[in-house]
């Protein structure tokens, strides 16, 4: 018996390790400074921990990609996000805060549609920004 206990500690205590190392926080974000952005979707990932924006920004032939992270699901699914919400192809102006060591990459703030609709994550005011 007291062997099972010991080994469900050590599995706890392992896991709960995991799950802190996969969320590293805003840390590498300059959350002070907002820019915006235009481009189009390349894909939009809804995954754990979080999801995932990736954008081609610039003419053909001198395109860049970006990377733009957004908050986990379950967050933005309590902002009204789905896995839907954005499509490959569409244009749209983002506004982020940019990483601190990557130059074409960013945290999401929000999503404006070519329609206008703005998709927004409204952060916990304990990350920061303005």
Partial sequence: MQRNAAIAIVLSMLLSGAAAHA??????YDMREVRSLAGVVAKWDWKSPH???TLTVGAAGSEQTWEIE???PQWMSGQGWTPASLAAGEHVTVTYHPSRQVANAG????VERASGE???VNRPARL???
């Avoid at 969320?23 to 590498?28: D, I, M, R, S, Y």
């Avoid at 945290?107 to 929000?110: A, D, K, Q, R, V």
Wanted: aromatic share 4%.
């Fill in 118 to 120: 703005v998709l927004k």
């Fill in 128 to 130: 920061g920004g303005p």
């Fill in 70 to 72: 957004g908050a986990p």
């Fill in 107 to 110: 945290i999401l703030m929000e």
């Fill in 23 to 28: 969320h590293h926080g805003v840390a590498g």
């Fill in 51 to 53: 999801t995932w924006l």
